[in-house]
């Protein structure tokens, strides 16, 4: 019995002794690991699938464009190209110099990669990108280190849509596309095919991806940039490796940021976790401005809404004051044109703000009198004899018929917390002048479908929380053709003068001119309203000190191929001082 | 043979629900709002191209013909490619199933033990301190909001005394070695199980605990235990041979219908601990519309539910001599 007790205490020890050293087993160089917490899991590594913002993220680490944004001023400059194309109006053609550059697999990056790249697109009509790409009539090689685009006419976002987009690998990809040109579902074939380890020239390469729990990609020893010097940095990587974590909800990720398990949370963060993570000394964190407009949009195809005067006087009752101190809890930007004001270039502040300073009863008298010189009417008016501000009752419309009901459709709140706040609020708003709002929660894909496919709505809150800094997107927005099942004119906004000045935007090169024309677009879109801007939320990200320096903040945060080409881990910097 | 006829009949049964709820399915996706390619918000996407999307999706096609391609898919054995992953739905459902049923059908099994074990004592004890305890204990983690227990379980064992990983089901760490051997991340996974195991314990013993006292007490007013006791048999041969076996029929039937919906995991528990199961994507493929994973989930979970039932079915005539069909 006693040896029997001795054999099964000395396995309980060599046991116990063999999980500790499993569980701290950990790898030799983690000091040089950077781990990212992800909110979800990346969807997929096909480049020319991937829609979701996780899995942009870890592409953005290995496919590359041609050009790309520096950091401080937005501006567009060479990346996998060697330096500025060089335009010829003549033949409306640009000319393109790649980089000394080479694939993971140790392959050079030539002009025949970016050739194949584009074909690609325009073969296939890769949804995602081929609007991109419509005006581009051939792409030709030079030689090998030169590339030549000719376009049908010239575009403005030529150099900052097109020349932006993914480079990928012939080799990688030309059985495939050969393959599946045969199929009689090309493009489902392309999209539907599984990449396991995607080649690409950026600083990161994939080595690992564990469905469901990390993915680890490893320095690109082939990396273009490693010890060059481009917009001023002297690009790394300096890291060996970065493992990025899938986390269900903030709350653990924060947890796992405070305990240091992991080095940065790439997702905004809610302002609510702010005051924790504050009095937290390891944690840094960083408020980034976002190119992103959260909006009120109207149906301007049918009543109510397609009465100008109701339009402006619900601009003159939405308080973005209320909005961006209380629901954003002041980090965010009230926003008064379709451009957000962090897009410094091409925002025209020169907008009406429709009474922004006004205290409420002023902006309620004001939408009154607007309403009121329109032709409405009411039971109880919102303004009373003596001119104080009282519950208005029975609205009526011009032709002197009652304002139906009608709803303004949101995201839920579990989805954007904001947007679902900021309909509630207005609703209440439109209330105070006797206009019978109700503010409805709606699943994403629904409201979209209503708005976008069907058509079939008065009012909503939405939101591009990443918009490209080309503002093209004014132009896409509220050009009428685009008012159709699936077109971005989600308002049905129609003015000729407006498409004549998108038409011109969209073909003219010269920025300076090209921004006279965006100006204009933004002031009648301010005086016609289709959309109200409200705000931009600021970005919110935090990171553990002391592991890793060199964090590069520009436009949209932390989260850059820029810093993860310039982080070092502490230890390294230390050495080198 | 009365048994074998009716478990024939049962088959056909079985069968034609299985159809109705493949057929309701498909139905209840392509009615939902929303489209797969509506969630793509990209402004320089045009029309033109999400149409042209949505037709090599083959979602163009009117809703008879999608339906045969369906039926026509389902006997070949695919189940088709997920909209939003692009690969084989089968592959990503064969990927989370184990992690799930790790997980719940671990919990269950040992909730179900450890359950039926103190709903037998408590019963037995019935208004002395110790049932009352039990009956108490079972009753605060039966009705405990599970979220919030999770996220408090994380909080204390994995942040405050790091006992525990705060998530996931394996450790990067360990796993991106060249040289960790199969022991260490076993244990690993071990170390990640523990944690959402303890919580969905807790959520579900009480569960059978109340079943199982409250069958048992049944159980105990029958007769033949009366005779038993009379027998001059011990208490414990009594209440594990003569009342147990007989009380628990109504604890199997539960144990049998969460082991089968245990498949589908728990999405909140799934999400809360970062677990990669089947719950999780099934939220993922709903709101996505992406109707294949959607699907294929769906009519799994069925498949396996109606077969538990089958089975359960079978197991009562084995448990109970009294059955008989």
């Keep these: 019995m006693k040896n029997f007790l001795k054999i099964k205490h000395s396995t309980l020890i060599a046991i116990t002794i063999s999980i500790v050293f499993c569980l701290s087993c950990k790898g030799e160089n983690e000091t040089d690991i950077l781990k990212i917490g992800l909110a979800e899991e990346p969807r997929t590594l096909n480049v020319w699938l991937a829609s979701d913002a996780n899995s942009k993220k870890i592409l953005s680490q290995i496919y590359q464009p ?100 993914p480079v990928v690998q012939k080799k990688e990809w030309e059985k495939i596309v050969q393959i599946a040109k045969k199929k009689e579902k090309p493009l489902k074939t392309l999209l539907n095919h599984k990449i396991e380890k995607p080649v690409g020239s950026g600083p990161f390469v994939l080595k690992e991806w564990r469905k469901g729990s990390y993915l680890y990609l490893k320095k690109n020893t082939y990396f273009f940039g490693e010890g060059i010097i481009i917009s001023g940095f002297k690009l790394g990587p300096f890291l060996d490796a970065i493992i990025f974590k899938i986390f269900g909800t903030s709350d653990v990720a924060i947890l796992a940021l405070k305990k240091g398990t992991i080095d940065m949370f790439w997702k905004g963060i809610q302002p609510g976790y702010l005051a924790d993570l504050q009095q937290n000394s390891d944690i840094r964190i960083f408020f980034s401005e976002k190119s992103a407009l959260y909006f009120m949009g109207f149906n301007l195809r049918k009543p109510p809404f397609n009465d100008i005067n109701l339009r402006r006087a619900a601009a003159a009752v939405i308080d973005r004051n209320f909005i961006v101190s209380r629901i954003l809890q002041n980090y965010g930007t009230k926003l008064f044109s379709i451009v957000p004001l962090e897009n410094k270039f091409w925002c025209c502040q020169d907008v009406d703000h429709y009474c922004e300073s006004h205290p409420r009863d002023k902006r309620i008298l004001l939408a009154y009198k607007t309403l009121r010189n329109a032709g409405y009417t009411w039971k109880i008016s919102p303004v009373d004899l003596d001119g104080n501000i009282v ?47 109700y503010s409805r929660p709606m699943s994403f894909g629904s409201l979209l479908q209503t708005v976008k496919t069907k058509h079939n709505f008065e009012a909503f809150i939405l939101g591009y929380g990443k918009l490209s800094l080309d503002p093209d997107y004014v132009r896409i927005f509220f050009h009428s053709k685009n008012d159709k099942p699936r077109g971005w004119n989600m308002s049905g906004y129609r003015n000729p003068c407006f498409d004549r000045l998108a038409d011109q935007s969209k073909t003219t090169i010269d920025p300076n001119q090209r921004k006279k024309l965006l100006f204009k677009m933004q002031k009648m879109i301010s005086r016609d309203l289709p959309y109200i801007p409200l705000y931009t939320p600021k970005l919110i990200e935090a990171v553990r000190k002391g592991k890793f320096t060199g964090w590069v903040e520009m436009q949209n945060g932390i989260g850059n191929i820029w810093s993860f080409c310039m982080l070092k881990p502490d230890h390294h910097t230390k050495k080198s001082f | 043979m009365e048994l074998r006829k009716y478990l024939f009949r049962r088959l056909i049964e079985i069968t034609i629900i299985f159809f109705v709820i493949m057929t309701i399915l498909f139905l209840l996706f392509r009615l939902a709002p929303g489209d797969p390619v509506s969630r793509m918000v990209d402004p320089s996407m045009t029309p033109e191209d999400a149409r042209h999307l949505i037709s090599q ?214 999400t809360v601990f970062s677990w990669p199961g089947i719950g999780r994507e099934l939220v993922f493929a709903v709101s996505n519309n992406d109707y294949p994973l959607a699907q294929a989930s769906f009519l799994l979970i069925a498949a396996v539910v109606l077969l538990s039932n089958f089975l359960v079915d079978i197991l009562y005539a084995y448990l109970d001599p009294r059955i008989r069909y």
Aim: with cysteine; net charge positive.
């Design chain 2, 57 to 270: 999706l083959g979602l163009d096609q009117p809703l008879y013909q999608q339906y045969i391609i369906y039926l026509r898919n389902f006997f070949s054995g695919d189940f088709g490619v997920s909209f939003h992953y692009g690969t084989s739905v089968m592959g990503i459902i064969w990927d989370r199933l184990p992690n799930t049923a790790i997980l719940f059908t671990t919990s269950i099994i040992l909730s179900a033990f450890v359950g039926i074990f103190l709903g037998k004592i408590a019963s037995w004890h019935k208004d002395k301190k110790i049932d009352t305890w039990l009956t108490l204990g079972a009753l605060i983690c039966h009705t405990l909001f599970l979220p919030w227990l999770a996220l408090i379980m994380i909080w204390f064992f994995a942040y405050k005394i790091g006992w525990f990983p705060l998530n996931g089901i394996l450790s990067p760490e360990i796993w991106i070695q060249t040289d960790a051997c199969f022991f260490s991340k076993l244990i690993d996974v071990l170390h990640h199980l523990i944690l959402p195991l303890a919580t969905l314990f807790l959520i579900h013993f009480g569960s059978y605990l109340l079943i199982m006292r409250s069958s048992m007490l049944d159980t105990l007013k029958e007769d033949y235990i009366t005779t038993a006791r009379a027998k001059g048999l011990k208490e414990k041969i009594i209440r594990n041979h003569h009342a147990a076996p007989n009380a628990a029929l109504p604890v199997v039937t539960s144990i049998a219908l969460s082991l089968a919906f245990s498949i589908n995991g728990g999405a909140l528990t799934e």
């Design chain 1, 391 to 437: 519950e208005g009752k029975g609205i009526r419309t011009p032709n002197g018929k009652p304002m139906e009901r009608f709803t303004i459709l949101t995201p839920p709140a579990d989805y954007d917390p904001h947007r679902a706040m900021s309909g509630m609020i207005i609703q209440e708003w439109f209330r105070d002048l006797g206009i019978p709002a």
């Design chain 1, 66 to 165: 041609l050009y790309m944004s520096e950091p401080a001023t937005q501006k567009l400059i060479p990346w996998l190209a060697k330096e500025h194309p060089v335009y010829n109006p003549e033949t409306i053609s640009y000319t393109v110099t790649l980089r000394k550059a080479k694939w993971s697999d140790g392959t050079d990056l030539t002009s025949k990669d970016v050739v194949f790249t584009a074909n690609i697109i325009k073969d296939f009509r890769v949804p995602l990108f081929a609007s991109k790409w419509d005006f581009v009539k051939k792409v030709e090689i030079i030689d090998k280190q030169t590339v030549r685009f000719y376009l049908t006419k010239p575009m403005a976002i030529f150099l900052t849509r097109t020349l932006t987009g």
